[in-house]
């Protein structure tokens, strides 16, 4: 907890730049474990506005010799209510905590935008700051609510409940984005987050891709469809940063995420222009002792 890590952000301090990106802790269960063993924030979720069980497993898979994993989860969490329940009774904690919000898989993208309202208007009050994720490959059309046609109004209606929600405070509003987008899709991403005065982006989601594994290709086919993260994910999450980080400068907080494991992969991304990292698949391979290591190293 050494105070040349402190973060300022978001108008909020994180003791430390590396947080645990969501994903591992679905329903918000484990906060102050999390936080205790080191990370400067942690991210909960994806949580849908209405529970549901995902894909049926098996749906998580490592691919050892990557150092990597596949993952169809699809979301599987206990929905909004369940957590603001258990988010309302948590006490104050020593990072920040960030509520990643997705859509409901049975609602119509049509729909999506009361979806997501929901969510926010229940999780909106508890979170330091909401993430809208669009970006998972496991929820049927979910990465077509990225175009900006969609998204503007995505965006527009979830700062405008978060708003109503804590009429006291801002709660920052982020966007999570997928490494697959075309260049010229980041470049209106990033456009639209300036229009629009977002808070921040993360880049990136996991990916849809195959390509530059060791893994054999039978191992590959085996694990099946789903979102790879990890090692080979770190050039393209790099690329995405950086061109991000082009267009958008200081005005817009980024968050980098993506095959983040050793404290170079660290230092790399925040001279790349992120301002915190999220790692993940990282501590599954490494264990918990990681963020305070990484922490300890940088």
Known sequence: RDPSLRV??????????????????????????????GFGCVEVGTITAQPQPGNPRPRLFRLLRDRALVNRMGF????????????????RQRAPLGINI?????VENANALEDYAQSAAQLGPYADYLVINVSSP??????????????RPLLLRVRQVLDAARPDKRVPLLLKIAPDLADADIDAVA????????????ATNTTIGRAGLVTST????????GGLSGPPLQARALAVLSRLHARVGERVLLIAAGGIETVDD????????????????ALVYEGPLLPSRLANQL
């Not at 994180?14 to 591992?24: H, M, Q, T």
């Not at 599987?76 to 603001?84: I, K, M, T």
């Open 102 to 106: 997705g859509k409901t898989k049975l």
């Open 8 to 37: 300022s952000a978001l108008g909020l301090t994180f003791p430390s730049p590396i947080g645990l990106a969501a994903g591992l802790d679905k329903d918000g269960i484990a906060v102050p474990a999390l936080c205790a063993l």
């Open 191 to 202: 456009e639209l987050a300036l229009e629009l005065h977002l808070d921040g982006i993360i």
């Open 138 to 151: 496991n929820t049927p059309g979910l990465r077509d609510l990225q175009a900006i046609e969609t998204l």
């Open 266 to 281: 660290v230092w790399e991304r925040l001279r790349a222009g992120a301002t915190l990292v999220q790692i993940y698949t």
């Open 76 to 91: 599987n969490n206990r929905g909004a209510a369940d957590a603001r329940a258990r988010l309302s009774r948590l006490p």
């Open 218 to 225: 039978e191992e590959v086919e085996a694990a099946g469809a």
